[in-house]
């Protein structure tokens, strides 16, 4: 049936998760927003900041782990609805938290439940998309999802207009807490969507039509290099995949671009958290105009994705991510020598929009290169950046930003504050721009399809 379909919007999956998305978008757009002013709000430092969100985060990762090798062993569609309650539950609490270990337990079960859900679900839209259709409705996907994720921060900027944000140690919990109840309201009607995901909605192997799909098994087909047997890595890789599944390079193209995904969540930890209090202190920008701010960037951001997926097929997905990327590192060093506001709040619309507007090219690579009963695992390992090094992350920059820190014997004095964290930021996303590099060396014969 589904190869009868005149267009990929036609297939019931991606209808349904698209609306999922843009649901979980503005909810998820909010409670970042505000679970992170909550914790200033009751007393919490930068540094414990980084600690709530990163101790959350590791552990979301390893229920992840458990939740994705389920998933594609027995069924897609129920871990993820499980997955989902997990994470609605966590909000209800954060809703109604008045002290830091309730914030924290509510992060863990919102941590647990996403981080366990969007791999899933990334992997249904993958089996029910033509690899064709791929950059088209990833691309169409990100923009609703940052359009929603505008929408979310509006709702944030009505709600924190009359706050008097001049003190920090003294903000309306209260106020702060009702942005969050509007968001575990919205994730409510997204707890629903989420129950008409099915797998029997994905279209057939043969008609997607990725290297993954169309590969077989052939006598000369094995990694490059020595045997499999002959290195630690590929013995360990053995032990979770069995590599015959997978076309000529395809495993060597999946671990650059993890590589590159753990960089980039340890630089994006780091940093990335402390932006809303970079503009607060530096700029004096109160919460409801930074709702605002980040309003804008989120629309621009999208609209950037959305170009970018719709030339990747032209000028190459690998060479966009890299431009971006590029575009992005250059930014952050600017952004750290403080400039004035209007040109700073340029760098921050262009930098996010850079760095985060190649992720439906991402997601294509990936799935494109995934035999489909590894989609949810690799989608998993992928979200680990986010979850195991986005929290180390968290936590360095957290501690350096409040504190900083000093190594005697080096003679290295650094004082509190975001410059050192953002140079940082710049020179990891410069590193797994090498990494991204790295995939165009592969055999062109073997990622022809990228």
Request: hydrophobic share 50%; no cysteine; glycine share 8%.
């Amino acid at each position: 049936m589904e190869n009868e379909l005149s267009s990929p919007y036609d297939n019931r999956n991606v209808k349904i998760i698209l609306l999922l998305f843009f649901l979980t978008s503005i909810s998820g757009s909010i409670l970042w927003f505000s679970s992170t002013w909550l914790i200033y709000g009751l007393g919490g430092s930068n540094a414990d900041l980084g600690w709530v969100l990163g101790v959350s985060s590791f552990l979301g990762s390893l229920f992840t782990v458990v939740t994705s090798i389920a998933a594609d062993r027995l069924r897609k569609d129920v871990i993820a609805m499980g997955g989902y309650a997990v994470a609605f539950t966590g909000m209800v609490l954060l809703s109604y938290s008045n002290s830091l270990s309730e914030v924290m337990i509510g992060n863990i079960l919102y941590s647990m439940g996403t981080s366990s859900l969007f791999p899933i679900v990334t992997a249904l839209f993958a089996d029910s998309l033509k690899t064709a259709d791929r950059n088209r409705v990833f691309g169409t996907n990100f923009l609703l999802s940052q359009i929603s994720s505008a929408s979310g921060n509006l709702i944030g900027y009505f709600v924190f207009l009359d706050m008097d944000t001049t003190n920090i140690e003294n903000l309306n919990v209260g106020l702060i807490q009702l942005t969050i109840q509007i968001a575990t309201a919205i994730a409510g009607l997204g707890l629903i969507v989420v129950m008409f995901i099915r797998d029997g909605n994905t279209i057939s192997q043969d008609d997607e039509g990725s290297i993954a799909s169309q590969f077989t098994i052939s006598d000369d087909n094995d990694m490059d290099g020595p045997s499999l047997d002959q290195s630690f890595i590929r013995r360990a890789i053995r032990k979770v995949i069995n590599p015959e599944d997978f076309a000529p390079g395809a495993i060597k193209i999946l671990l650059l671009t993890l590589l590159s995904s753990y960089t980039i969540g340890l630089g994006a930890g780091i940093t990335i958290p402390y932006l809303n209090r970079f503009f607060f202190d530096i700029y004096k920008i109160n919460l409801a105009d930074l709702s605002l701010v980040f309003a804008g960037m989120t629309i621009f951001t999208g609209l950037w994705g959305k170009f970018n997926a719709h030339y990747a097929d032209r000028f190459g997905n690998i060479e966009l991510i890299v431009f971006n990327q590029l575009i992005s590192v250059t930014l952050l060093v600017i952004l750290a020598g403080e400039p004035i506001i209007f040109f700073a709040l340029m760098v921050l619309f262009v930098r996010n929009a850079a760095m985060n507007g190649t992720m439906p090219l991402v997601t294509k690579i990936q799935m494109d290169q995934t035999p489909r009963k590894y989609r949810s695992q690799l989608n998993a390992a992928n979200g680990i950046s986010w979850a195991v090094f986005f929290s180390l992350g968290q936590v360095i920059g957290g501690i350096v930003v409040e504190y900083g820190f000093s190594i005697p014997v080096l003679g290295i004095v650094v004082e509190p504050g975001f410059t050192f964290p953002i140079l940082t930021t710049a020179a990891l996303y410069f590193i797994s721009t090498i990494f991204y590099w790295r995939v165009k060396k592969v055999n062109a014969k073997k990622i022809i399809m990228l």
